[in-house]
């Protein structure tokens, strides 16, 4: 057990991944020598050699197109993208590749690839730097698409994923990038099981990434009014794990669904859609969404305004409960 | 040697064996093929030949509706089969739709062949147990997965090599061009082989290069070089050469196989919107087999012996083709993951009991 | 007025806006000379001239980056995407381009792109030839999501698209291109205004493009039983015009989603979770989705069973009424 | 021209003014920099010795925290002063990041140039009323806008060019070899304009390319030249004899321009992680300004004159910067669209009702 950043739990996940699996090879820009622009990778190629830790020339597609040819080869390579908004220029090579290759096949070639993402705002950054690009993969069949809000399950999931036969889209929350935790190397749990990270009993606040900590937050600030909210993280977006969910949402009856990404078609929208489908009769409200408005991410000074904050989950929380809202006194 | 190639690319690309069927000696490539014996140059003959008959036969079996559709190779057997003789086994292929010759030539079972144009697969044929992936679809793509197999080869330290075969359509691609940025970089043990074949389907070849598609590598830092395509005797001489620098650490090369795309683009297309006749025309007394035939001078015992097989071979594709089945409903699920998916487990499941409801 | 084929329909709203605006010109693989693969710009540049409709080197990212050089020179590029699956190499500059530009700029530059993608599955095609990606698009501020299901609508949206100062892609249903039907050069209605295309009292049935058809199909065959289906056909994805879809759901309190593309995280998601939200205590059941299963698209050998028809469609009838299946005898 | 163009890229770079501030006499060159006086000259030293100025004081503000950030061009103030100061008003920029001394010879506001950084905007100008478009983050991105203006240009038949800046990082994307591919094929008077600054973040140039840049171009149809980027005289005169070449018909041009990037990526980076500082003082002696201090020899009266007309505009820089204020919440969702989005609209009136509960 030691207290690490996010970013230094997922750097030991992949030195453990490197160390425990030579067929495991990094690729990125900016992976080496300068360890990448979060340092998620420092050290390693000093550790490991250029051989397994591999700068890239600066084209998404080639880096992404270049670890399939890896893989066909039986490697196992892990990705990084430098932030979330330069994903697209490689999302063929995902899409059409990656994601239905081993289906293509028959299941004659694995994809055993793992692409990580830093992603959602809150950091204060230009254009492009901010994106929650979660949802377009979650729709993509052939894909799994996880993300940690804790450097324990940064650390863990990270292994997960990398050992996964499947190719698996690693969203990495950057604005918890320097936030500590203990990390046990020891600890595991299976890929794709959802954590309810703080129980309670009358709404469910479903979330996953970077918005856990404001979640919790939020139920903290709930119970001081006497509402009692159940906080879970999905950590895994494709598949998600509905056991977890559905359990949670019978309970309450009344769910809450936050994330960073545009609300409209994001990640809420299936949620939302399938508890809805699966509790029908358990709801006592429809499933209310807080996420990002359907806008480009805005300039850094409207950011807190795009954001799902503390209050706005607060909000909603009242409109599931039919409340006036506590804190601006306002009905749904 | 990269200033020889570099040189030859702009001019006149490599010949051996001329359209009449005439030998051309050059100093450079005639060491390179100095072991094909006119019996080893039947046998590529032959190749052709039979691999002419398949894609005939294949049409045909479009046109009767057993093939959902199909994309001729015609006129490009020499830059498939010279290409494709001139690989190890260990080798790997990554190529394009059009690439039947290459993969007869990696023995893929004929049947194997077919199964993506019938709709009774996604592709194929198992990719490693004839070192050939199934065709990449999506113009150039295939491009930065030989070049990452390349790398892998290296960091296994086999001498392996691999392959990748795309159009002159796909130079376009901005993958190709990363294909090559990556290759370069890392002195990937690669060989680029485009087969100019004049047309991305409608748009001739001069929409996407204003120069000869050869002349691009060089600025790359790949070694480059033109080829007649229809000369199964150069093609095989250059391939050799690309081969045996990626093989002994030479990095990557490119091949520019000019050559023509005497059917249609796939049997969807009509051709005669845009094709001036002529210039087919002119293309067809350039015909990669018929050359050879000048060349050897068969016997017509021998000619009759090739085409039995030839025959034979398209006897048993169609047979093969025909009998493909349909597949099980329920196996629309399957290998969409390697590990299993809580998702889509429950849609297969339901599905399931969907499909039983009606025979119940 | 005129009996015309979808594919024609559309061929003669590109030729009006050709006519109407000479800043409109058509870019694409296969356009010229051949008049498109499917044959939808037949003529045209013999027509208008190699300078308006342009044959384009073989690079999505190329065609669509060079037409958002020609908006900002004040052009209204019009972009054929041959098949579906082959957008995602210019997925970069739609999504990070395109969507983006008017909103970068603070409106200064507008990007009145219209990007056509024929669509969907049912042709019998090899791999990457019978996809639905639309709800990336709908998923991706920025950009204005329709689609056609008739001839009259194919030519009239077209024209709308065209003539809209925003980025529109336009699906267009590629097993619907033979279809025939009346087309009034003059007709018009408010672009993103979606359509009852059938009344009905029991149940809505809400779809867009290739799917239309087959759900009035239903509805008819839902009559026989006594059923009443309403079919809405959508129109616009991006955005969704409520309005209509929940005058019809609070008529009806049931509701069935049905499309091609991969159910999780589809447009049925979004649809199901907004009409929740929005018509929730009108609701007699949860929104049933019908869509295509989270696989990529299957061989067609196959399609017939990923692409939902008229039983599947009536199943689900069956299941938002409650009632044992008239067809498989199978409760829900 | 190609050829001549050609032969200079592999080997020396044009250069007119050396890094001692000798002036080297060039045949080719020298005419085309004829009219460029010693004042001109000086005038063009100004504008780099105001630039350097902006720049050091934008990466002073983004220290004090009025600015996220900051990408510095110290040391690329020749390679682009030079080439901007050879363009007519009409003609039309697409860059990156960096060129905020091209943005300055545009006659961007100075204001303008801080709103992004300083994320009270998504881009800080309107690109018409300064034919510039604001940058393009995503690497290479822009290459195809300027080829798609220029093809506008002669449809318009107007004999306005546009240029796209980009750096040697970029130069490995798809989009801008599909730009060289689009440009070639459209003839379109485009000048592909790389600064070779050595890095793409902490990668070196050769991670990218094996050869010279400007290599690259010949391949696809498009003469190229490799120029010093740190004389503005040799910058000025091959981007004159690019945008000539356009504006007259004779299609795309690719200028490398060497210099060296002498700051930090962007301030938020540690460049002593992965720069040698031996290459760093080497590339230190060639430097842009001290040159043509040595070449020029300027009284102290004229440099005190610069270098207050620097600090001033410096100062009004930091005093415009530091005013901006921040935008309305509502405004999040202006501009979305053009034209009216009726879920859009929704979600803004929702959001304003939540903030006036918050007043209320
Ligand atoms: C990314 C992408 N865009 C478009 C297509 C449609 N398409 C299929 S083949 C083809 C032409 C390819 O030409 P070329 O590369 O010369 O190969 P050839 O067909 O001549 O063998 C096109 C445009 C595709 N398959 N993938
Ligand atoms: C598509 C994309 N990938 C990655 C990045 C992150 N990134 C920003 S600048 C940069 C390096 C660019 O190098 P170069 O093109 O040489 O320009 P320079 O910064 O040297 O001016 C990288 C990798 C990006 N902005 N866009
Ligand atoms: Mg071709
Ligand atoms: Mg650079």
Known sequence: ?332 | MSTTLTARTTLDPVQLIDPHGVRQGDEHYDPLVADITDARLTALYEDMVIVRRIDTEATALQRQGELGLWPPLLGQEAAQVGSARALRADDFVFSSYRENGVAYCRVVELVDLARAWRGTAASGWDPFSVNMATPAVIIGAQTLHATGYAVGCVKDGVDSVSVAYFGDGATSQGDVNEAMVFAASFHAPVVFFCQNNQWAISEPVGLQAVRPIADRAPGFGIPSVRVDGNDVLAVTAVTREAVERARSGGGPSFIEAVTYRMGPHTTSDDPTRYVDPLQREEWAGRDPLARLEAYLGLSESEQQRIAARADEAAHKFRTACTSLVDPEPLSLFDHVYATPHSGLARQRSRYAAYLEGFES
């Open chain 1, 1 to 332: 057990m030691s207290e690490l950043t996010l970013s230094k739990a997922l750097g030991s996940g992949l030195r453990r991944a490197l160390a425990d699996d030579d067929r495991v090879v990094l690729m990125g820009e900016d992976i080496g020598t300068l360890g990448g622009v979060f340092r998620v990778t420092d050290g390693l190629q000093a550790e490991f050699g250029t051989d397994r830790v591999m700068d890239m020339p600066l084209a998404e597609s080639g880096i992404i197109g270049m670890a399939v040819g890896l893989a066909f080869r039986g490697f196992r390579p892990v990705v990084e993208i430098q932030f979330d908004g330069f994903i697209y220029p490689g999302f063929d090579q995902i899409v059409a590749q990656v994601a239905k290759l081993h289906a293509r096949t028959g299941g004659k070639v694995r994809m055993p690839l793992t692409i990580r993402v830093p992603y959602g705002g809150g950091i204060g950054a230009v254009e492009h730097h901010s994106e929650s690009p979660e949802a377009y993969f979650a729709h993509t069949a052939g894909l799994r698409v996880v993300t940690c809000a804790t450097p324990q399950d940064a650390h863990t999931m990270i292994r997960q994923a990398i050992a996964c036969d499947d190719p698996v889209l690693f969203f990495e929350p950057k604005r918890r990038y320097w936030t500590k935790g203990e990390v046990d190397e020891g600890y595991d749990f299976p890929l794709g099981k959802a954590r309810v990270a703080r129980e309670g009993t009358d709404v469910t606040l479903l979330t996953y990434g970077p918005l856990v900590p404001t979640a919790l937050d939020a139920a903290v600030a709930a119970s001081d009014e006497g509402i009692s909210i159940e906080v879970v993280d999905l950590r895994s977006l494709s598949p998600v794990d509905y056991e977890t969910v559905e359990a949670s949402v019978r309970k309450t009856g009344r769910v809450v669904i936050t994330h960073e990404a545009a609300e409209f078609g994001g990640m809420g929208a299936e949620l939302a859609a399938a508890i809805t489908d699966r509790c029908f009769f358990h709801l006592e409200a429809a499933p209310e969404r807080v996420a990002g408005f359907d806008i480009p991410y805005p300039p850094a000074r409207l950011e807190e305004h795009f954001l799902p904050d503390l209050d706005r989950m607060l909000d909603a929380v009242d409109r599931v409960l039919g409340r006036t809202n506590s804190l601006t006194g306002w009905t749904a």
